[in-house]
């Protein structure tokens, strides 16, 4: 799952610190799970999956980029629909990320915990106390207030891709030729499932419209740091897939460790404690982040009337929204429950995340085709993104049904608050 880090009180960054913040919100969790669950899905082929979704966030990410150095708004997603798409649109994005995205919370406690728990031998029964525990420390946390600054969270994802980089290289000698045959062991149908849960990896780019005002030069950062975080995150996610289907061969996502997996392949010493250590502090990282992130989400909607009222509170800079945080926390235990009841099964739960993200972005890349010039590179960069993105809601369309229903209530909504207003101005 990737997050969104916003600084605080730093100004003029510049390159390297846009690359690193670039990497902290585009390469999350993912790692953690994603090469071995398309592995599953997909086989050898698994990695044209990864190489499409990389191909395919070229535009998404210059989209983003051209609209955070020339149309810098701390709404991101959300207030490039409202101003192209209207209200209604706008409503739906918001449900999307606080409903549909939600799914990935419990995701990534899961698998925080399912680390943790394989590296300190914990009985597979006690994996979901390990993750409700990896979900209520941060929630506690932001419930208080308490803040993790924006530079460990950027060392925690210097941690993660450093890990990556060992996994890959004491894996590397264990990969076998053979185990890339049959390379479509199932299918094409496999192949698009494997690219819709990689969109997961690839999350994250809208970063830039959030926090542009925080660079000394953003229309020449912004697109260098996006490039660059591009070719690190795409080399990082095909590597690590390599190394999946190479050394692991048919048993690739029959577990749900596969760092660790790896790890015991190449070295079966020291480093599958040290992979299973910054997993687990990886993802309660991850989850003070999105905590915090959400609750904000959950008190603006309030603000717009498309939430509650009584859910505002805290919507302003520098307040803790309580109530939205008490809200996302009740939507991730209604997550836990249904994870619990598919088994711990984490597919499906991507798959709605993903699903979702998918959404947004289509809808975002629809209203950037309205809102930059036409004609420009940035208008024709958003025209292939939207096409693509289309194409991605094909591919998913079996974990849509989240999504639709949440648009459907979106309009509902509306249609409730225009009554409202016709009664009250007769």
Not at 218 to 234: M, N, Q
Request: include cysteine; hydrophobic fraction near 60%.
């Amino acid at each position: 799952m990737a997050t969104t880090l916003t600084p605080r009180s730093t100004r003029g960054l510049g390159l390297l610190q846009g690359i690193a913040l670039y990497l902290a919100s585009v390469l999350g969790t993912g790692l953690l799970v994603l090469p071995g669950l398309a592995a599953r899905e997909a086989g050898p082929a698994s990695l044209v999956s990864v190489a499409v979704v990389t191909v395919l966030a070229i535009p998404l990410a210059g989209t983003f980029a051209v609209l955070a150095a020339r149309y810098p708004d701390p709404g991101g997603v959300a207030s490039y629909v409202r101003r192209a798409l209207g209200d209604t649109a706008a409503r739906a994005t918001g449900y999307w990320f606080l409903l549909g995205v939600a799914a990935g919370g419990p995701v990534v406690a899961t698998l925080g915990a399912q680390y943790i728990s394989t590296v300190l031998g914990i009985d597979r029964a006690a994996v979901p106390f390990v993750a409700l525990a990896f979900y209520v420390i941060p929630f506690c946390v932001n419930l208080f207030g308490v803040r993790v600054a924006g530079w460990l969270q950027l060392v925690l994802m210097a941690l993660l891709l450093g890990v990556v980089v060992t996994v890959a290289a004491v894996a590397a000698p264990a990969v076998d030729p053979a185990n890339f045959a049959p390379f479509l062991p199932h299918g094409w149908g496999g192949v698009g499932t494997a690219i819709v849960m990689f969109v997961w990896a690839f999350a994250g780019w809208e970063v830039g419209t959030h926090i542009s005002g925080e660079f000394a030069h953003p229309r020449r950062v912004i697109p260098i740091a996006t490039a660059v975080t591009l070719v690190i995150s795409g080399a990082a996610y095909l590597a690590l897939q390599v190394v999946t289907v190479g050394a692991l061969g048919a048993g690739a996502g029959s577990g749900s460790v596969v760092l660790l997996d790896l790890a015991r392949e190449g070295a079966p010493g020291a480093a599958p404690v040290m992979i299973g250590a910054v997993a687990a502090i990886v993802a309660i990282g991850v989850l003070n982040v999105y905590l915090a992130a959400f609750a904000k989400l959950g008190a603006s909607l309030a603000l717009t009337g498309d939430l509650p009222r009584w859910f505002a509170r805290g919507a302003e800079n520098g307040a803790v929204p309580r109530r939205a945080l008490l809200l996302t926390g009740a939507i991730g235990l209604v997550y836990f429950g249904l994870l619990l009841g598919r088994d711990l099964d984490l597919q499906p739960f991507i798959l709605i995340h993903t699903a979702s993200m998918v959404a947004i972005y289509t809808l975002g890349m629809i209203a950037a085709v309205r809102i930059l010039e036409r004609g420009s590179a940035g208008w024709w960069m958003a025209a292939i993104a939207a096409i693509l993105c289309a194409g991605l809601l094909a591919l998913a369309a079996s974990a849509l049904l989240v999504p639709a229903v949440l648009a459907a209530v979106a309009v509902v909504v509306t249609v409730a608050q225009r009554s409202k207003k016709r009664i009250f101005t007769k």
